[in-house]
């Protein structure tokens, strides 16, 4: 018998999916021989051990329960399946109403979010305290504007958005007395942190992850379904990636180069502190697991990283990594310029972007006799290698 956990998760597989047209409720619908719902519970089953309360549509219900065992293997004794409502937020209420005495933290997860990663689902679990909801979210990278029927009015600062995702974590009691409230209220809600802010409760966000979108329409099956092919073919063979960085010196304060601080150094410019060695092992991490490029997740439209250092964006791109179930190799760097003299420091720098990363890095440093803009003093250029493994 498994010991009875203190924290659930519903995963609310009610809904119709009109827009993804796929003869059945949106969550039995196939991703490959499984269906959305199978592949959105093998994710929470690979979490840590929480009750699991699957909310069906009416007449789903064994189907269901055929996913749900299927997936829980030894863990059967913590799942069950529950009749969903006419909305979600009914689903969500009868899975609350699911919950065993001992639950005192509670998870909402989308079944449509069936590939995201069992990282987020612990990170999110992780994060809940006796007050506070939790939100994994991403940055918006569109170029976004207010319309006015077919006439656009406005850019749309996208700085200030994030896509909202799921599991939203929250404590059990204010969680229900949030639905007691929105119920007299006759309120619906488009998701549950929004039901609990509305309750008057803070709600917090953590990253989410590009893996977590949520399966509506024929196009994001097929995403699905690309992203499951590719992890079928090479499930465990590392993948490596190149990044590059260039950056001119310019500025003012000391120089960062490596993780390292270099007193009396000219800096280099840049968005940050201008470490092109950390920000080209970004791009290599990133490129390795076909995740993007620093500027997608660094870049200037996330006024955040504004004179953020190395650690901040390697520990990051190392989280990025394991959300979406990659775990790093090793990395090699090498820097091109006149200065600073690295020998001396060559061990130092080394440890610390290891234990940033978790991983071996190595870093070497040339000249180029002179030649070209490095050679002439005008900045530094920098080339990172790494492998990245699926986990």
Request: a negative charge.
């Given at each position: 018998?498994?010991?009875?956990p203190h924290?659930a998760?519903?995963?609310?597989?009610a809904?119709?999916?009109?827009?993804?047209?796929g003869?059945?409720?949106?969550?039995f619908?196939?991703?490959d021989?499984?269906?959305?719902?199978r592949?959105a519970?093998?994710g929470?089953?690979?979490?840590?051990?929480?009750?699991?309360?699957v909310?069906?549509p009416s007449?789903?219900?064994?189907?269901?329960?055929s996913?749900?065992?299927?997936?829980a293997?030894d863990?059967?004794d913590l799942?069950?399946?529950?009749?969903g409502g006419?909305?979600?937020?009914?689903s969500?209420k009868a899975g609350i109403?699911?919950?065993?005495?001992?639950?005192?933290?509670?998870?909402?997860?989308d079944?449509?979010?069936?590939?995201?990663?069992?990282?987020?689902?612990?990170a999110?679990f992780?994060?809940?305290?006796?007050?506070?909801g939790?939100?994994?979210?991403?940055?918006v990278v569109?170029?976004?504007?207010?319309?006015d029927?077919e006439a656009?009015v406005?850019?749309?600062?996208?700085?200030?958005?994030?896509?909202?995702?799921?599991?939203?974590?929250?404590p059990?009691?204010?969680?229900?007395?949030?639905?007691?409230?929105?119920?007299?209220?006759g309120?619906?809600?488009t998701?549950?942190?929004?039901?609990?802010a509305?309750?008057?409760?803070?709600?917090?966000r953590?990253?989410?992850?590009e893996?977590?979108?949520?399966?509506t329409t024929?196009?994001d099956?097929?995403?699905?379904?690309?992203?499951?092919a590719?992890?079928a073919a090479?499930?465990?063979l590392?993948r490596?990636?190149?990044?590059?960085?260039v950056?001119a010196?310019?500025?003012e304060g000391?120089?960062?180069?490596?993780?390292?601080?270099?007193?009396g150094?000219q800096?280099?410019s840049g968005?940050?502190?201008g470490?092109?060695?950390?920000?080209a092992?970004?791009?290599?991490l990133?490129?390795a697991a076909?995740?993007?490029?620093?500027?997608e997740h660094?870049?200037?439209?996330h006024p955040?990283?504004?004179?953020?250092?190395?650690?901040v964006?390697l520990?990051r791109?190392r989280?990025?990594?394991?959300e979406?179930?990659f775990?790093i190799?090793?990395?090699?760097?090498q820097?091109?310029g006149?200065?600073?003299?690295f020998?001396p420091r060559?061990?130092e720098?080394?440890?610390?972007l290891?234990q940033?990363?978790?991983a071996?890095v190595s870093v070497t440093?040339?000249?180029t006799d002179?030649?070209g803009?490095?050679?002439r003093?005008?900045g530094i250029?920098?080339?990172?290698?790494a492998?990245?493994v699926p986990v």
């Amino acid at each position: 018998m498994l010991p009875v956990p203190h924290t659930a998760i519903i995963v609310v597989a009610a809904g119709s999916g009109t827009r993804l047209a796929g003869g059945a409720p949106k969550a039995f619908v196939g991703i490959d021989a499984r269906s959305i719902l199978r592949h959105a519970l093998d994710g929470v089953f690979a979490a840590a051990p929480m009750q699991v309360v699957v909310v069906a549509p009416s007449g789903f219900e064994g189907q269901a329960e055929s996913d749900l065992r299927a997936a829980a293997g030894d863990r059967a004794d913590l799942a069950r399946v529950v009749t969903g409502g006419a909305t979600r937020q009914e689903s969500v209420k009868a899975g609350i109403t699911a919950l065993w005495g001992d639950i005192d933290t509670v998870l909402v997860h989308d079944a449509a979010r069936a590939l995201t990663p069992p990282a987020v689902i612990d990170a999110v679990f992780d994060a809940v305290d006796d007050a506070t909801g939790v939100l994994p979210m991403l940055p918006v990278v569109d170029t976004l504007k207010r319309v006015d029927g077919e006439a656009i009015v406005a850019a749309v600062d996208r700085a200030e958005l994030a896509a909202a995702q799921t599991p939203q974590g929250f404590p059990r009691a204010l969680l229900e007395s949030a639905y007691a409230a929105a119920g007299e209220a006759g309120v619906e809600y488009t998701d549950d942190a929004a039901l609990f802010a509305a309750a008057g409760h803070p709600v917090q966000r953590i990253p989410g992850s590009e893996r977590g979108f949520k399966i509506t329409t024929q196009s994001d099956l097929e995403r699905a379904r690309h992203l499951l092919a590719a992890s079928a073919a090479a499930p465990a063979l590392p993948r490596v990636g190149i990044g590059t960085d260039v950056h001119a010196f310019g500025g003012e304060g000391n120089l960062w180069l490596a993780g390292l601080e270099w007193p009396g150094e000219q800096p280099l410019s840049g968005h940050s502190d201008g470490d092109a060695v950390a920000h080209a092992i970004v791009d290599a991490l990133l490129g390795a697991a076909g995740l993007g490029d620093i500027g997608e997740h660094f870049g200037t439209v996330h006024p955040e990283y504004a004179g953020a250092h190395a650690s901040v964006f390697l520990a990051r791109t190392r989280e990025i990594l394991a959300e979406n179930g990659f775990a790093i190799g090793n990395v090699s760097a090498q820097f091109q310029g006149n200065r600073p003299k690295f020998s001396p420091r060559r061990a130092e720098a080394q440890a610390v972007l290891t234990q940033i990363l978790g991983a071996p890095v190595s870093v070497t440093a040339t000249t180029t006799d002179g030649l070209g803009f490095t050679g002439r003093g005008e900045g530094i250029s920098v080339t990172a290698i790494a492998m990245v493994v699926p986990v």
